[in-house]
């Protein structure tokens, strides 16, 4: 069993809030990631982390910003929420040996209304 | 830069039907070639993996082999169960290099199974 935690697992909000998605793992690992799946499934890199105050913008430019200030925890805040950030967000983190395999999250399913 | 192209769903299939799903990959080198796996509501998870040429990853039945001459690492069963009703990624390192720290998947394939 992979130990890396995402809350909420669902969230409806309103169009202008602020929210913030929570990750956490408990296996020490220095690198995650953020995925944003969409409704056709695909799967694409928003965010990733190499370890305690580093962060990368993923492939797919997001609005999101995300912090890295311990390890375990790997946060992702919207300052303001649209209905064009309704998708899935899945957090995932890997071994240090860098052996591909990445531990996920059950994902955040957000929607904005 | 790297990608993968695999099989467009859905794909339906009854109880103990024999199971492929082709992804073909674009790739400097010889990267390492993975299965991920989603069950309904859940986060992807590691199926199966190959790191070089002739490899043959194996995990639940799945099976896919590492096909420099085709490029590609089909994933099959021969008889698939309704648990194995899920989306189903194929992926890649991201850089360059080779390097296993990012991950590209392809569009992913809906599977369902019916008893």
């Known amino acids: 069993e992979a130990d890396i935690y995402q809350t909420p697992r669902y969230l409806v909000i309103g169009t202008g809030k602020k929210i913030t998605l929570e990750c956490s793992q408990t296996?020490?690992?220095?690198?995650m990631y953020w995925y944003q799946q969409d409704p056709g499934m695909e799967l694409h890199l928003i965010h990733y982390?190499?370890?305690?105050?580093?962060?990368e913008k993923g492939d797919l430019s997001s609005e999101s910003t995300v912090s890295r200030i311990r390890t375990e925890h790997f946060p992702l805040t919207l300052e303001s929420a649209r209905p064009s950030h309704t998708s899935q967000y899945l957090c995932a983190s890997s071994e240090p040996r860098g052996t591909g395999e990445l531990f996920f999250g059950e994902g955040s399913r957000l929607t904005v209304l | 830069g790297d990608s993968v192209t695999q099989m467009e769903g859905p794909v339906t299939l009854s109880e103990e039907a024999f199971l492929t799903i082709n992804c073909t990959y674009t790739?400097?080198?010889?990267?390492?070639l993975f299965w991920y796996v989603q069950y309904p509501g859940e986060g992807l998870q590691l199926l199966l993996k190959?790191?070089?040429?002739?490899d043959k990853g194996s995990n639940k039945g799945f099976e896919a082999t590492y096909r420099k001459e085709t490029t590609s690492f089909h994933l099959e069963k021969g008889s698939v169960q309704v648990s194995d009703s899920a989306v189903y990624f194929c992926?890649?390192?991201?850089?360059?290099?080779?390097?296993?720290?990012?991950?590209?998947f392809g569009k992913g394939t809906l599977l369902t199974v019916n008893p």
């Open positions: 296996m020490g690992h220095d690198k």
């Open positions: 190959a790191t070089k040429a002739d």
């Open positions: 982390s190499y370890g305690v105050n580093s962060t």
């Open positions: 992926a890649l390192p991201h850089a360059p290099g080779g390097s296993n720290y990012k991950l590209t």
């Open positions: 790739a400097t080198g010889y990267p390492s």
